[in-house]
């Protein structure tokens, strides 16, 4: 079980409860992971639903910890099998595509920030704390706009996974951009184990500095549309 955890943790999902991943894993063993991955899955979906439902987002507590890094990476030998694996399942397109998920994650962190303000005694600040997305759409390059104890404002790009802290996740160009133009003030949150306690840690600008940015995708254009390059 010990040797399963490593195969979760590397394609980005959370340990096996009570197992610390161990590295040495046979191709066997990823084989029967995948076989059983669909039906995990399935269940997962169905919690996240529970989870997500009737349950308000100031019913939970965010607790924030330190980000991964590459010193805390668990490695294994079966390095190509365990990357298709997380290929075929595309998890970070999964959480991607669950608005549910995604708003579900937003909203807690906008509680959190309000609360922070509050038991500061800058309840001038807390009523100023806005659901950007929500209330202006995904243009603005960050979630949340919210502000530190000292008045500094802050922009929050929040990301949410069921999965484990190595979950892999999209991020756009704007987003990208205005995390380069405003570097002091964009922040992004990234929300863990969601279904059960979330957890939850802060990227600060250059996210190259945290993680790998690969391009996942293209703009088409049709000849004559525009200029090539």
């Not at 309000?114 to 800058?122: C, D, E, T, W, Y």
């Amino acid at each position: 079980m010990s040797n399963v955890s490593a195969i979760l943790s590397y394609i980005g999902m959370g340990w096996v409860s009570g197992y610390i991943p161990r590295k040495n894993i046979q191709k066997s063993l990823v084989d029967a992971v995948e076989r059983q991955l669909p039906q995990h899955l399935s269940r997962m979906d169905t919690l996240a639903a529970r989870s997500l439902g009737p349950q308000q987002p100031g019913d939970r507590e965010l607790t924030f910890g330190p980000p991964p890094t590459l010193s805390n990476r668990v490695e294994t030998t079966g390095f190509e099998r365990t990357r298709a694996l997380a290929r075929k399942f595309d998890f970070a397109g999964r959480d991607a595509r669950n608005r549910e998920l995604g708003e579900a994650g937003e909203a807690l962190v906008l509680r959190h920030e309000v609360n922070v303000l509050q038991k500061a005694g800058r309840t001038d600040l807390s009523g100023k704390v806005k659901w950007v997305s929500k209330d202006m759409g995904d243009g603005a390059g960050y979630d949340i706009l919210s502000f530190d104890t000292r008045g500094e404002m802050r922009l929050l790009e929040v990301k949410t996974t069921m999965g484990g802290e190595r979950t892999p996740f999209f991020i756009t160009d704007n987003e990208l951009n205005v995390s380069k133009e405003r570097p002091q003030a964009w922040r992004l949150i990234r929300l863990w184990g969601f279904s059960n306690h979330p957890h939850a840690f802060k990227l600060h600008p250059p996210l190259e500095r945290h993680v790998s940015l690969i391009a996942g995708s293209y703009r088409a254009s049709f000849a004559g549309h525009e200029e090539h390059r």
